[in-house]
């Protein structure tokens, strides 16, 4: 344990090209361990991408990408370890839609220990599913049955299932209703402070943002032009994160997070 | 790293047992403490975990049960450990976690009936399909504009063009192993010459139209179902409502019209290369030279056996297009319904032509038409 101070994932000199069309170029990021991180970027800025080329599911054309200590594409050590280690909110839950949800949470728990006791594999499921905040009863059901807000939970579910360090949510709030999408949050938050797990979270939620991530990276021109807390996002004078953060919607997610000072320094920032 | 997990079970001075679990609580080694557990059934006082040096949630779980079922406490839980078993607690559900599966009989009995209200329903769905596509077809005939020509012609092109090869080959082998088959048999009553009218009129009258609507129920009756059972899925179907597109103008119609028009088509094309087919084998194995073999196809075979054919293939091409169009507007729910709807059309698509044509058989032999 004592790369414990090494970042969660180290992405250096990061290229993805889709023929002539190049997606990322040159895109460093270091993601600490135990924080949450949002990502942000335009539509079509690759965040989707840079997630499917740190889960290795997407081989990127040139650069290196460390995740746990593992070198993503080295087969020096079993890929299946790394795969145990984290788990994967998918943007429509993409759970198994010929399993219950509790059946969806054993898969990894079969696949990685099979020798399992099937009665201690069926509690765990459980309690995962009641601890994404299902109802009890939603374990038995199948996906088709679930709401789009319980979707994700069971999904939230099954990403939790081996107990992971590291968390990937691809835009875990969309498609929510406010009420939910606080709730999603808020269980984030809550799951991330009690399993110390590391967050990497793409989203377009301000309001996500502001209540949940400890750091922000934007993705723009094909690499990731700023990271750093929000306030410290708001100093730069990048026009696009201006544009994100300083717009309608995002002052008042703004206003509602930091009454006072901070919005005071944003009128600074206007009257420059 | 081999991370493991310790259990001892010992008695304080006052004669109460404790239980002291050691090492690493995760995951990973649940399993072991659990069979042994399981195995040992220990009764004690107090779960001692002082001595765990990692523990997660899986492993937090395990503790907090194994203490509730002993009606245990837990004592030396690090701050870690606290925190966990306090998340977990509130959790523990109850609830099955597979929907409810009755018993074989009582299931047996449940889904015979199933079957049979199933199959009153569904005969009265598919009618009021055919019915639908009827009144949009009679739709179309009085405003003939509203016909879409583009997705119509790229349905020929898919159902008919495109199916050329494979059914060619089909029907060339098939025609190959009924003259040579044919003519086994036949040379035993030293009438090996009759190949010819075997293989030709065998050719038009059925195997020509029957192999094609086989083949086109495999390859476009499957397409057509997976292809609407994944629009209506990703509520493309009622995207096309609300904007006021019939997707049965749009979707469905082409589709029954290109079969419709493609099926006699590729059953004449089909008939044609399975005698070239006959006529080759026989050149090849029994001396009938290729050309005498196609001119006495000319004189042997009467032209009713090509309308006999010819007239089945738009019946069989309704049959299939409204199966596989059907089966996908029916789909709901999930993926695994596309499947099992595709599956549905291509096998009720290719029985009803058999039966269809098993019908014709007989019903063409009575009327005279042989």
């Known amino acids: 344990m004592s790369q414990n101070s090494d970042p969660a994932i180290r992405i250096t000199g990061l290229e993805n090209r889709f023929g002539a069309q190049v997606v990322h170029q040159g895109l460093d990021l270091d993601v600490r361990r135990g924080e949450i991180i949002g990502v942000v970027g335009g539509s079509g800025t690759g965040k989707s991408v840079l997630m499917r080329s740190i889960i290795g599911l997407q081989t990127p054309s040139a650069g290196r990408i460390e995740v746990l200590g593992q070198v993503m594409g080295e087969p020096c050590r079993p890929d299946i370890d790394i795969r145990s280690r984290w788990g994967v909110l998918f943007q429509g839950g993409a759970l198994f839609s010929t399993l219950t949800v509790a059946e969806n949470v054993e898969v990894g728990l079969k696949e990685f220990y099979p020798q399992m006791d099937p009665h201690l594999r069926r509690e765990i499921a459980r309690f995962k599913v009641t601890m994404t905040g299902l109802p009890d009863a939603a374990a038995a059901k199948y996906p088709s049955e679930l709401s789009g807000g319980m979707k994700k939970r069971a999904g939230l579910a099954r990403a939790l299932a081996l107990d992971p360090e590291l968390l990937f949510l691809d835009e875990p709030t969309a498609g929510l209703d406010p009420i939910g999408a606080a709730a999603f949050d808020h269980l984030t938050r809550e799951l991330h402070e009690t399993l110390g797990l590391t967050v990497f979270l793409i989203t377009h939620d301000l309001d996500t943002l502001h209540e949940i991530c400890d750091r922000v990276a934007v993705l723009a021109d094909k690499r990731v032009i700023a990271v750093g807390t929000i306030p410290e996002l708001l100093a730069s004078d990048h026009p696009w994160i201006h544009d994100y953060f300083d717009g309608p919607r995002g002052r008042s997610a703004l206003a509602a997070r930091y009454p006072g000072p901070v919005a005071g320094g944003l009128e600074r920032i206007d009257g420059n | ?370």
């Open chain 2, 1 to 370: 790293m081999t991370a493991a997990c310790d259990h001892v079970l010992s008695q304080t001075a006052d004669g109460a047992a404790v239980l002291a679990l050691s090492g690493v609580v995760t995951i990973a080694t649940v399993s072991g403490l659990d069979r042994a557990m399981r195995q040992e059934e220990p009764a004690f006082a107090t779960l001692d975990i002082g001595a765990v040096e990692e523990i997660d949630t899986a492993g937090a779980w395990l503790v907090w049960r194994l203490a509730r079922d002993a009606g245990a406490h837990i004592t030396g839980a690090s701050a870690q450990a606290e925190r966990l078993i306090g998340a977990i607690k509130t959790c523990s559900g109850v609830a099955p976690v597979t929907p409810y599966r009755p018993a074989f009989l009582t299931y047996l009995t449940a889904q015979t009936g199933k079957v049979v209200l199933e199959l009153a329903a569904g005969s009265l769905r598919v009618l009021s399909f055919f019915g639908e596509v009827v009144a949009t077809a009679g739709g179309l005939v009085l405003h003939p504009r509203r016909l879409r020509l583009t997705a119509l012609v790229r349905h020929m092109q898919l159902v008919g063009v495109d199916s050329l090869g494979i059914i060619g080959l089909m029907s060339f082998l098939v025609g190959v192993v009924i003259a040579q088959q044919g003519a086994v048999q036949l040379a035993q009553f030293g009438a090996q010459i009759y190949t010819v009218n075997l293989t030709g009129r065998i050719a038009l009258r059925e195997l020509g139209v029957l192999m094609t609507a086989i083949m086109v129920a495999g390859r476009s009756g499957s397409a057509f179902a997976a292809q609407l059972g994944t629009m209506k899925l990703t509520e493309e179907i009622d995207a096309m409502r609300t904007i006021g597109v019939s997707p049965m103008e749009a979707l469905v119609l082409p589709r029954i019209l290109a079969t419709l028009i493609m099926m006699p088509l590729l059953g004449v094309f089909s008939a044609l290369v399975a005698i070239v087919g006959g006529a080759s084998i026989s050149a090849a194995t029994m001396g009938i030279p290729f050309f005498t073999f196609l001119a006495r196809v000319q004189e042997v075979v009467p032209m009713i056996d090509l309308w006999v054919g010819v007239v089945k293939g738009p019946m069989f091409g309704l049959i299939v297009a409204l199966t596989g169009c059907y089966q996908g507007m029916q789909v709901e729910g999930s993926s695994e319904e596309v499947g099992k709807r595709t599956t549905m059309a291509v096998v009720q698509a290719i029985s009803a032509v058999i039966m269809i044509d098993a019908f014709f058989a007989v019903f063409f032999s009575e009327v005279g038409w042989i």
